[in-house]
């Protein structure tokens, strides 16, 4: 017989005080983000299956809990992030000026192995779609501070890479387009054992293991890591104009105090969505991550193929909120 309090894995009812602390910091940083000139929206739970994440990323729909609607018989799909919701709000603006959004709501996600639960919480973020990057960065980095201090985080630690970097990283050693996703779920792991088996399996030389094991190496100061980062890059005769978007966003960072910054190329917080920088903040004795943001391109249509360009970040305030009443 099921027991009538048993609530599915990952799921959970959220009573006082966890619930009033959470409407009072859901408040605090949603008021804190419309000050600073984004534009609140709310975005549904639930979706269409076939157009959960857009024209984005498939991967969503993967992630997602699904069933059917017997009105519709059509499938339908509990959201597992709202960025790309947002993005879908963004291009029915059809502009190319930039726009600012913030947005708060509950997200569920499927577990796709079978050592993971089904994870639900209540997640605050922003987004800036835009044409010119200029300011963008400066705006969400500052908008990142004012957060941290709303929720008065101070034993945080911060990773940043640039996953445009990394993909150029692979053109050079001429991998296989269709294989990368697999690669990069293997190179977040940072098991070498792992990495070694996949190359051999895929007929790659010692030179690409060798580079590929440098760049798991790269984990910890920002300024140290990044000279490691600049000699493989010389090495495989990248673009050192590459290097100063990563550069300029430790800049802002530091410029807008965001301590404890490491940098980590093989870090993908999110979904694989992603296409320039990336960061994560999480609390070091958990590893729990509890902020993700990055930068991503999505089309402006299935007519219009143009991407637009975005950057944001989404809390994850169960967690955040969870650990400080510890």
């Known amino acids: 017989m099921t027991d009538f309090w048993n609530l599915p894995d990952g799921v959970e009812e959220i009573v006082p005080p966890l619930s009033t602390n959470l409407e009072k910091t859901k408040t605090e940083l949603l008021d804190y983000f419309q000050n600073k000139g984004f534009d609140l929206i709310f975005t549904p739970l639930v979706e269409y299956s076939d157009f959960i994440g857009g024209l984005a990323n498939e991967e969503l729909s993967r992630s997602s809990f699904q069933f059917s609607d017997t009105n519709s018989e059509r499938s339908l799909a509990l959201r597992p992030d709202i960025s790309q919701q947002v ?8 502009t190319e000026k930039n726009k600012k959004y913030c947005y708060y709501g509950e997200v569920t996600k499927k577990p796709l192995g079978s050592f993971t639960k089904a994870i639900s919480t209540m997640k605050v973020g922003l987004e800036i779609f835009y044409d010119s990057e200029t300011g963008v960065k400066e705006d969400i980095f500052n908008a990142l501070s004012g957060a941290l201090k709303k929720l008065g985080l101070k034993d945080y630690v911060l990773t940043i890479g640039d996953i445009s970097i990394l993909d150029e990283i692979l053109d050079k050693l001429r991998f296989p387009l269709d294989k990368r996703n697999k690669l990069k779920d293997i190179l977040s ?21 060798s580079i590929l094991s440098k760049l798991l ?9 990044f000279k490691n980062l600049n000699l493989i890059c010389r090495e495989l005769k990248i673009d050192p104009k590459k290097l100063k978007i990563i550069k300029q966003s430790f800049d802002i960072l530091k410029k807008n105090k965001i301590k404890n910054v490491l940098i980590d190329m093989v870090d993908f917080p999110g979904y694989s ?12 004795k958990t590893g729990v991550p509890l902020i993700n943001g990055g930068q991503y391109k999505t089309p402006f249509s299935k007519a219009n193929k143009k991407e637009r360009k975005g950057m944001g970040f989404d809390i994850d305030l169960i967690s955040i909120l969870k650990l400080q009443s510890k």
């Open 273 to 284: 969505y992603h296409s320039g920088i990336v960061f994560s903040i999480f609390q070091p």
């Open 87 to 94: 993005a879908r709000i963004d291009r029915r603006f059809l």
């Open 189 to 209: 792991s940072r098991s070498k054992s792992d990495l070694s088996e996949f190359l051999k399996q895929e007929g790659k030389g010692k030179k690409t293991l």
């Open 217 to 225: 190496d790269i984990i910890g100061d920002y300024e140290q890591e």
